[in-house]
């Protein structure tokens, strides 16, 4: 059974940090494309960070140079490390990886985040 689990959410005040994993079990995070979702209060889920099967790194605007993702294959972990953090941040983080048809199937049960002005 594919699972996905997410932890590291909290409150934390503007400018802060805070850093999201991922653990992944019954499969091998290195073999997917993941990543980031976040959705916020009344609003739809949007993609945040990714990294595609071609080792590829993705960012929606709105977090270039203060976000990052990276995985470590021997924890089978996916991270977001946020740095700077504002308030239009806080929202449930999800992660999510993607299916053999191309789609964001299997999904985290979320975390979150909540950034204090």
């Known amino acids: 059974q594919m699972q996905l689990v997410e932890s590291g959410g909290g409150l934390v005040q503007t400018g802060g940090s805070l850093r999201l994993s991922c653990v992944a079990a019954?499969?091998?995070?290195?073999?997917?494309?993941i990543g980031w979702f976040r959705q916020g209060p009344g609003e739809e889920r949007v993609l945040v960070a990714e990294i595609t099967g071609g080792n590829t790194t993705n960012y929606a605007d709105s977090v270039k140079g203060r976000f990052t993702i990276f995985r470590d294959k021997f924890k089978n972990t996916l991270y977001l490390q946020m740095n700077t953090l504002k308030p239009e941040d806080t929202a449930g983080y999800y992660c999510a990886a993607e299916g053999a048809n191309g789609e964001w199937t299997y999904w985290g049960q979320g975390t979150q985040v909540i950034v204090s002005s």
């Open positions: 019954g499969f091998s995070l290195d073999h997917y494309a």
